[in-house]
């Protein structure tokens, strides 16, 4: 039986306000040393068997604060689809290897079920329509200043547009 994650809508967390610098010293993200191996394998761009949407830890905590989602395995689900999305070399190829190797090897807190991979689609098409492509390689540095609402408005995230991608799953 799959047990029903609810979404943790926390549209306050990361305001608007804020600069990005500003929000990324109040989260804890991950340590590198704390990514499990394959994890870091597809995902990380310094491995050698990166898929597409590959993103360094900095640059993925910047697209949790901008799609202001918190560390549950949904919000989780949501960033990595709305990444593997916005990279415009990924294919149908690249999204099947993912969920095949994520679903079946990734360590236990790392795997998607059924309803997370449904919002890491919904995610994915979400990524896929933005204006500006390939995020995950942006040097979210360059930006640290600018505030949060301000680089929503740059990237062409709504957060009104995210919580209706979860209203899909609930």
Avoid at 29 to 55: A, H, M, R, T, Y
Avoid at 95 to 115: G, H, I, M, T
């Amino acid at each position: 039986m799959v047990t029903t994650v609810k979404p943790n809508y926390n549209y306050n967390v990361h305001k608007s306000t804020l600069t990005l610098k500003e929000c990324l010293q109040k989260i804890n993200g991950d340590e590198q040393s704390d990514i499990p191996f394959l994890v870091w394998l597809l995902e990380n761009p310094d491995s050698i068997f990166p898929l597409p949407g590959k993103i360094n830890l900095y640059n993925h905590d910047c697209l949790h604060i901008l799609l202001d989602r918190d560390i549950s395995v949904l919000d989780e689900a949501f960033v990595v689809g709305f990444t593997m999305g916005s990279d415009v070399k990924t294919n149908r190829f690249h999204l099947a290897v993912f969920k095949f190797l994520s679903s079946v090897f990734y360590p236990k807190q790392y795997k998607f079920n059924r309803e997370q991979f449904k919002l890491f689609d919904i995610a994915f098409n979400y990524g896929r329509k933005l204006k500006i492509k390939n995020l995950n390689h942006l040097d979210f540095k360059v930006h640290e200043n600018k505030t949060v609402g301000e680089l929503r408005k740059l990237f062409g995230i709504d957060l009104e547009e995210v919580k209706q991608c979860f209203a899909l799953v609930s």
